[in-house]
């Protein structure tokens, strides 16, 4: 059964620190690896790797994936009080297309 | 907003009652997805509807079922509710079939359905 972990499950930060949000994976026939921030209500898309060593970046925030050792990293700089969310990792892949698994999600909290 | 609309935005029932959740994808979308978020469970995927047909299920009741009609909209439902299936419903939408392997899922806001 395909499966993602993602650590820590919740972070403390102040305004300006940088984060660093884990995700690992166990998956049979990989497609993709997605990361998603959910504020109140909607998980809203950031990213998805398909390509190992290939980094995306959009504004402060970017990540990679590294293939071999099935793990992804959402990086945060200069965190501001709006990054405030739960951050997820899904991966696509096993024999169900479609079918994003869904990691618990890291809480992060930034404090002024 | 990701152009992903769902109604109604709350819905409060009782248990043993039928209740349909309604999602209309992004304009041009084939694909629609519903998932079910819980406190204790996350966000665990239901089931993938591509233009009509059913593509993969994930671990939903049997007491659930959905369909996607001609217009590209689906809904979702759920009968003989119980208390635990008090959750977050989201659908979510993509251009192609495999949604996550070459193209994206976008989410709407979710239905939140109380169980009472």
């Known amino acids: 059964e395909d499966k993602v972990v993602q650590s820590p499950l919740s972070l403390v930060v102040h305004e300006g620190d940088t984060v660093t949000l884990n995700c690992s994976y166990e998956v049979t026939n990989f497609r993709s690896l997605l990361w998603y921030k959910q504020e109140k209500k909607a998980p809203t898309f950031l990213f998805m790797l398909?390509?190992?060593?290939i980094e995306k970046k959009s504004g402060r925030l970017s990540s990679i994936l590294d293939k071999k050792e099935l793990f992804s990293i959402l990086n945060i700089t200069a965190t501001q009080t709006g990054d405030s969310a739960v951050y997820l990792c899904?991966?696509?892949?096993?024999?169900?297309?479609?079918?994003?698994?869904f990691g618990q999600g890291t809480i992060l909290t930034v404090h002024p | 907003d990701s152009g992903v609309t769902q109604t109604p935005k709350h819905l409060i029932t009782a248990t043993g009652q039928r209740v349909t959740l309604r999602c209309s994808p992004r304009s041009g979308d084939l694909s629609v997805y519903w998932y079910q978020q819980s406190l204790d469970q996350g966000l665990q995927f239901l089931i993938h509807y591509y233009n009509g047909e059913e593509r993969a299920k994930g671990n939903i009741l049997e007491r659930f079922s959905a369909q996607q009609f001609p217009d590209l909209h689906s809904e979702l439902n759920l009968s003989s509710l119980e208390l635990g299936d008090s959750a977050l419903y989201f659908c979510?939408?993509?251009?192609?079939?495999?949604?996550?392997?070459?193209?994206?899922?976008?989410f709407g806001p979710g239905t939140r359905l109380t169980v009472l």
């Open positions: 899904a991966e696509a892949g096993g024999t169900s297309y479609g079918k994003l698994t």
């Open positions: 398909t390509s190992s060593g």
């Open positions: 979510a939408s993509s251009v192609g079939v495999t949604g996550g392997g070459t193209d994206t899922q976008y």
